[in-house]
């Protein structure tokens, strides 16, 4: 069962392209979903019906999960049996045809630019291991990329000298600017920290850990959650809130949709569009506080 975790968490990685927080979500479902199954004597998901994963519904129902919660798990489970029909180990797909009534989408976490200042000031060049963070932070607001290709970068990605950055980490390749604060913050890095930090030579990628080799997701996980904290930031900040808020600071300032679902790398407009609900909220409410008029009564 745990390798075929793993091979699905691949499939989601490489095939589907998800975010961190969905790859995260889904993996927890799944692994719950299994050790339901084992509970009630189903030692493969492949032996499970129609009507086992109705009652797995219900079960989540009566432990008081939101219907947002359960929503997410039939997508979850259902994109597991997908997976698994995929790879030939399983002929159907015993979610079909379970449907659950539409909730309202959560909008994401944005920071606000203070925010995004104060988080990034953290992270100080005065050790190698702060150089190499404020390296990797600033990089991760200037460009929006996922810490799945923050962490799969490559030293070759990165062109410096112009500022852009080659990330491939989508299904579509894609070319984004760097700003020079985070151009300094990595070439400092590299020529400061990187240098010394790398024992193998053909060691290609760009951020390693102080071993020397690639950093891990739930490694950088835990860097940006110890510097939120230590920031006093209230949010809930995870590696995608740097790339939400890139986003949204981006569509706040000007930039045309389009450019930025280019850079975020999404296959379709309307995953972007949510940033423009955001911001028709936000300037919404400044409208409703500050207006003479929409304050009279």
């Known amino acids: 069962m745990q390798d075929l975790h793993q091979q699905f968490e691949t499939y989601l990685v490489d ?3 998800v975010s961190d927080n969905t790859l995260e979500s889904y993996m927890r479902d799944i692994r719950q979903y299994d050790s339901y199954l084992k509970t009630i004597g189903i030692d493969s998901p492949v032996d499970a019906t129609a009507e086992t994963f109705t009652k797995y519904i219900d079960t989540l129902g009566r432990a008081g999960r939101s219907n947002a ?9 259902r994109c597991y049996y997908i997976f698994l029909n995929t790879i030939g180990v399983a002929g159907g797909n015993p979610v079909n045809g ?17 925010e995004v200042d104060l988080l990034l000031s953290q992270a100080v060049s ?11 932070l600033e990089l991760l607001y200037a460009t929006g990329i996922r810490v799945s290709e923050l962490i799969g970068l490559n030293i070759d990605d990165v062109n410096l000298d112009i ?42 990628a760009l951020f390693v850990n102080m071993n020397g080799s690639r950093l891990t997701r739930q490694g950088f996980w835990k860097i940006i959650k110890q510097y939120a904290k230590q920031a006093g930031i209230k949010k809930d900040i995870t ?59």
């Open 15 to 17: 095939t589907k392209g």
């Open 69 to 77: 919660t359960m929503t997410r798990v039939v997508a979850s489970v």
């Open 98 to 114: 379970v449907k659950l009534e539409r909730t309202e989408k959560k909008l994401p976490e944005i920071m606000t630019g203070k």
């Open 126 to 136: 005065t050790d190698p291991k702060g150089c190499r963070d404020k390296a990797m």
């Open 163 to 204: 500022g852009i950055l080659h990330c491939t980490g989508s299904k579509n390749e894609r070319v984004i600017p760097i700003y020079p604060q985070a151009v300094a913050a990595i070439h400092d890095y590299v020529n400061r920290v990187r240098s010394i930090t790398v024992l193998d030579r053909n060691e290609q």
């Open 239 to 297: 590696p995608h809130t740097l790339r939400h808020s890139f986003a949204a600071h981006l569509l706040e300032n000007g930039a045309q949709l389009k450019d930025i679902q280019e850079m975020l790398g999404h296959s379709d407009i309307s995953s972007t569009q949510v940033y423009a609900h955001i911001m028709k909220d936000k300037y919404s409410n400044v409208y409703n506080k500050f207006h003479p008029r929409a304050r009279a009564k």
